[in-house]
């Protein structure tokens, strides 16, 4: 295995990342003196991990390395990993360790007829979103609250895409924005680490890194999401702040779609401006 590894890159990507939000204090380390780096130094990490600095180091570098699940153990618990970032490392080292994927196709995503069917019957926005957040379906509700999706092309039809579309800025802008935009963008590094060589990922990525510095901050952090659920307000012309929870839930398929519903709470004032929201938009398609 060389350094030309996929998954290997995208490891040191990921163990570089965190080790750049620890500080010395979070490990009972004393800062020391002058230092070049915000984070923890690649000496402090290998120490506390028990492993050679030469070995780490290689390992950052996505070099020829395989590391055992016991070192794998032992970075998780330097780092400070919660239970789904360990899972995300372990995936990666894993799949580090086969040889280099050969390119494989890939088939356009599809939506079963009976999920396009229960879309349909429920009274709550629902899309269905690709593996990379594209945008494959979606009910009446849902395009109430997030808009019509003809004003786009389909390949602009993505969550990630039109969340930093700054056309869309002063349209609708919600609070707690850089909270959301974790979400998704976590969701995303969850699916590229399936794939790091898709080229719908590859798009999305290499054009939100050219013109967004937002997005390359916030992406650089290497924060994954794997089942995700949250609250999100949206501010919508006509009927003001809206407050729903939402949840994904897998389809079928191994990675496959999910659909994400957004929810009110019954007899709250979110659930009566949702309903307004629906008859407003029932009276604009009516016209």
């Known amino acids: 295995m060389g350094s030309h590894h996929p998954y290997a890159r995208e490891l040191g990507d990921f163990l570089r990342a ?19 780096v915000s984070g923890l130094r690649r000496e402090e990490l290998s120490l506390l991990a028990g492993l050679s ?7 950052e570098q996505g070099r020829e390395v395989r590391p055992s699940d016991d070192v794998l153990d032992a970075l998780a618990a330097a780092l400070g990993l919660d239970a789904e970032e360990r899972r995300h490392l372990f995936a990666l080292a894993r799949a580090a360790r086969r040889p280099v994927p050969t390119r494989e196709e890939h088939e356009p995503e599809r939506v079963p007829d009976s999920t396009r069917r229960l879309l349909r019957v429920m009274d709550t926005p629902a899309v269905v979103l690709g593996r990379h957040l594209d ?11 997030l808009g019509d999706p003809d004003r786009y092309p389909p390949a602009r039809l993505n969550m990630l895409l039109l969340m930093f579309d700054d056309t869309l800025t002063g349209e609708r802008t919600c609070a707690d924005w850089e909270r959301q935009a974790l979400d998704y963008i976590g969701m995303m590094r969850a699916a590229v680490a399936t794939d790091p060589t898709h080229p719908r990922a590859t798009a ?50 191994s990675p496959g779609p999910v659909m994400l519903v ?18 407003l938009h029932a009276t604009r398609v009516s016209r």
């Open 135 to 145: 945008l494959l379906d979606g009910n009446p509700m849902a395009e109430a609250l």
């Open 204 to 253: 999305i990525i290499g054009e939100l890194s050219i013109r967004s510095a937002e997005f390359r901050r916030l992406w650089a952090r290497h924060d994954v999401r794997e089942s995700v659920s949250g609250r999100k307000t949206f501010r919508v012309p006509q009927v003001g702040d809206i407050v729903l929870d939402w949840d994904t839930y897998p389809l079928p398929g």
């Open 53 to 59: 600095t030469d070995y780490y180091q290689r390992m």
């Open 18 to 36: 965190r080790r750049g939000q620890l500080r010395p204090h979070d490990v009972g380390l004393e800062p020391g003196g002058r230092r070049k």
């Open 262 to 279: 957004f929810t009110a709470e019954p007899g709250s004032a979110d659930a009566d401006r949702l309903r307004l929201l629906a008859s």
